[in-house]
C-alpha cells in the first residue's frame, strides 16, 4: 500500500525544513568562520580551540538527547512530534544571542559569552533536528514512499541551505556597504529575519505523522541499550566513518579569504559594492547550483548505480577528477572561471549526497528492527547530526588551524579596499592548493568506508517484507 503521507503534510513538512535550513545558513556555512575571525575578531587559535570545545559539547550532547526521544514517550503515544512544536522559539531566540558581539576589550569575556550562548544553541537545535529527520523513517511504513518523501525533504532542504549560506553573506555585505553600516550591526539585523524567522517557519513540521510506533515491551530502556544498538549498526557507523574522513575538505571554507587576498577588488568593475563574501556567492552558486540536478534525478541515479551506497562512491570519484583538472587549469585571470565551471560540472552528482545518506539511515533502522526488534529513530538521527557538526567542527578547526600556520591576520573590511599582498608569503603560495585540493583528498578517504557496506536491494525487500508481517501481527494481537 502506498499514499500514506498526504499533500499537505508533505507541503507543512517541507515549508518548516526550509526554515530550519535558513537558521542552519548562517552557521552550518563558511560564513560562520568568517563571522569568527573577522567580524567577531577571534584570533584563528582561539577560534580553533573554540571549535575543539563546542565538538566535545556536540559529541556529548547530542546521543544523550537521541537515545532520550528514544525511550521516552509523551502522553498521545508520540515521541517526535511534540519536539516539532516546542523547539522552534528557543532556536530562534539563540540564534540571534549567538551572533551578538559581546561589547568588550578583553577576550576571554567575549569567548566565554560565545561559548554559552552556542551550548543553549545547540541544544535546542538538536532536539528539533533530531526529531525532524528522525520522523522522516516513521512517516510511512512503505520504503519508496520515505524515499521519495526523503528525497523532496532532502532537495528542498539543501537548495534553501545552499542559497542561504551563499546569499545571506552576499546582501548582508551589499547592504553593510551601501548603508555604510558595519558588518557586526547588519549580522545582527540579518541573525533576526533569518535565524528567528527562519525558526518561526520550522514550527509547520510538526504536521507531519507518525505512522510506525515501536511496540511497547520491546522500547528500549537505558542509555547503554541504545547506544549498544546504534553502535551494532554496520551501515550507520560506515556511512558516519565517511563522512568523518571527509571533513578533511576544509578548502571549501577557505573560499572567501582566496577572494578576499588574491583576488583584485575591482575583477567584477570598478565601483563594485560586491567584495569578498559577494564572490564567495558567486563560487557557491557556480559550482553548488549544478547539484540541484543530483537532486531531482537521485532516484534515477539510484536505478543506474543499483543503490544509493554506489551513488555516494560514484559522485565522490567524479569529484576527485574534477577538482585535479581544476587545480592545475588555475586561477590567473579568465582562468578562474574556467576552473569554477569544471568544479561546478563535479557537482552535479554530488547534489544527491544528502538524499542518498538519509535513505540508508531510514534502511539502517529498518535492518536493526529486523535483527533487534528495536526502532532507533532517535539515537539514529542523534548520532548523524552529532557527526555531522563533529564534521563541520573538524573543517572549521582545520580551517582556522591552516590560518594560523600560513600566519593569517584579519584585514579591517574597507570598500573598494585592496588586499592582495597584504597576507604572509605561506598564505600567498598556500591559499589556492588548500582550496581546491584538500576537497579532492576527502573524497577519496570518503569512499574507502562504503566499499564495506553490503545491503542489496533484494535484503531491502526482504526486511521490509518482514517488517510489514511483524507489525501486522503485533497490530492482530493488540486488537
Not at 10 to 35: D, E, M, T
Not at 224 to 231: N, P, Y
Amino acid at each position: 500500500m502506498t499514499g500514506y503521507i498526504s499533500k499537505r503534510e508533505k507541503r507543512n513538512f517541507y515549508f518548516g525544513l526550509s526554515g530550519q535550513n535558513l537558521v542552519y545558513s548562517l552557521i552550518g556555512s563558511s560564513f560562520f568562520s568568517f563571522f569568527m575571525t573577522d567580524i567577531a575578531v577571534f584570533p584563528p587559535l582561539t577560534v580553533t580551540v573554540l571549535v575543539l570545545i563546542m565538538k566535545i559539547w556536540d559529541g556529548i550532547n547530542d546521543p544523550i538527547v537521541g537515545s532520550w526521544i528514544d525511550h521516552h514517550t509523551f502522553k498521545n503515544g508520540e515521541k517526535l512530534r511534540p519536539f516539532l512544536r516546542y523547539t522552534p522559539l528557543p532556536v530562534g531566540v539563540f540564534t540571534v544571542l549567538l551572533f551578538i558581539v559581546f561589547p568588550s576589550d578583553k577576550t576571554w569575556i567575549k569567548v566565554a559569552y560565545f561559548i554559552i550562548m552556542y551550548i543553549c544553541w545547540d541544544l535546542a537545535y538538536t532536539f528539533q533536528d533530531v526529531s525532524m529527520w528522525g520522523i522522516t523513517a516513521c512517516v510511512s511504513p512503505d520504503s519508496n514512499e520515505r524515499d521519495t518523501f526523503v528525497q523532496w525533504a532532502r532537495t528542498i532542504g539543501s537548495s534553501v541551505f545552499a542559497v542561504g549560506s551563499a546569499g545571506i553573506p552576499m546582501v548582508l555585505e551589499m547592504a553593510a556597504n551601501a548603508l555604510g553600516r558595519s558588518l557586526a550591526f547588519m549580522t545582527i539585523v540579518f541573525a533576526v529575519i533569518f535565524g528567528l524567522g527562519g525558526a518561526m517557519m520550522a514550527i509547520r513540521c510538526k504536521e507531519a505523522q507518525e505512522r510506525i510506533h515501536p511496540i511497547p515491551e520491546e522500547r528500549q530502556q537505558t542509555l547503554w541499550e541504545s547506544f549498544k544498538i546504534v553502535f551494532s549498526n554496520k551501515m550507520l557507523m560506515l556511512v558516519t566513518a565517511a563522512n568523518l574522513l571527509g571533513a578533511v575538505g576544509f578548502g571549501g571554507n577557505m573560499v572567501v579569504y582566496f577572494f578576499k587576498y588574491k583576488i583584485p577588488a575591482d575583477f567584477l568593475g570598478e565601483n563594485s559594492i560586491i567584495g569578498a563574501l559577494g564572490l564567495t556567492t558567486l563560487y557557491g552558486i557556480i559550482t553548488g547550483l549544478p547539484g540541484f540536478i543530483g537532486m531531482i534525478f537521485a532516484d534515477k541515479l539510484k536505478k543506474w548505480c543499483k543503490g544509493y551506497v554506489n551513488v555516494l562512491i560514484m559522485m565522490q570519484l567524479f569529484n576527485l577528477i574534477v577538482r585535479i583538472i581544476a587545480f592545475f587549469i588555475g586561477f590567473e585571470g579568465n582562468r578562474l572561471w574556467l576552473s569554477l565551471a569544471i568544479i561546478g560540472i563535479g557537482c552535479i552528482p554530488m547534489g544527491a549526497s544528502g538524499i542518498a545518506q538519509t535513505s540508508i539511515f531510514c534502511d539502517s533502522i529498518d535492518y536493526m528492527e529486523y535483527k533487534t526488534g528495536k526502532r532507533t529513530e532517535g539515537i539514529t538521527f542523534s548520532i548523524q547530526t552529532s557527526f555531522t557538526k563533529i564534521s563541520s567542527g573538524i573543517t572549521l578547526g582545520l580551517t582556522t588551524l591552516a590560518l594560523h600556520l600560513l600566519h593569517y591576520t584579519a584585514v579591517e573590511d574597507v570598500p573598494g579596499a585592496v588586499f592582495i599582498g597584504t597576507q604572509s608569503a605561506a598564505f600567498e603560495n598556500w591559499i589556492w592548493p588548500l582550496v581546491i585540493l584538500t576537497p579532492a583528498a576527502a573524497s577519496l578517504l570518503y569512499i574507502i568506508p562504503l566499499l564495506f557496506i553490503r545491503y542489496t536491494p533484494e535484503e531491502r525487500r526482504k526486511v521490509e517484507t518482514e517488517l510489514k508481517r511483524r507489525r501486522e501481527a503485533a497490530k492482530k494481537t493488540a486488537e
